[in-house]
């Protein structure tokens, strides 16, 4: 159990360097005056939904590490399609398995009544990502915050960066190493 906790605590740390690169001016302060009430905000429905169905913890971390392999961390995995792109959601390694919308969903509207047109529905996601892992007894980190939202997403890119289903062993290593993580950061936040 000490093994898998020191794994999992190191593909957390590997996905934080990995989010914190996708924009220089990401500050865990961010919001320390235009939204002070952001984690507060987000925390009360994290775990409503996590008492509701535990497993929801998990799909939140995975939707976030599946949003940072396309084109970085910018909440792009939300965005429904539209007449203009197709997005994220129903690429093939999405499809019928990225779950936790409807969660993220209730999040920003708690954060929107706390603070209206204020925080990122990017930051959203990786503040849920960190609260749940935390609620469900992992560890615990400072979020930097600052991301801004993607105005559009590509089924293309998350089709060519999110690993597939049908990936085997060695495809699966090789893409994660190419992002940075071990076969140990794999397993982590592969489940």
């Known amino acids: 159990m000490a093994s898998s906790s020191i794994s999992f605590f190191g593909a957390i740390v590997l996905l934080v360097i990995l989010t914190g690169s996708c924009n220089a001016q990401l500050a865990t302060n961010f919001y320390a005056k235009s939204c002070p009430n952001v984690f507060s905000a987000v925390r009360p429905v994290i775990k409503s939904a996590i008492r509701k169905e535990a497993r929801v913890g998990a799909s939140i971390l995975r939707l976030f590490f599946h949003d940072c392999f396309v084109n970085g961390c910018d909440g792009s995995v939300l965005l429904d399609d539209t007449s203009s792109f197709t997005g994220e959601k129903n690429a093939a390694p999405n499809k019928n398995s990225a779950r936790g919308f409807n969660v993220i969903d209730d999040i920003k509207s708690a954060v929107e009544k706390a603070c209206p047109g204020v925080v990122s529905c990017a930051d959203v996601v990786a503040i849920a990502a960190r609260d749940s892992t935390h609620i469900l007894g992992g560890p615990y980190w400072d979020v930097k915050l600052g991301r801004r939202d993607a105005r559009t997403a590509s089924q293309a890119a998350a089709n060519n960066s ?12 090789s893409r994660f190493n190419s992002f940075g993580l071990s076969t140990r950061d794999m397993v982590a936040l592969s489940g």
Do not use: C, E, R
């Open 162 to 173: 999110i690993p597939p289903p049908t990936f085997n062993l060695n495809q699966l290593i």
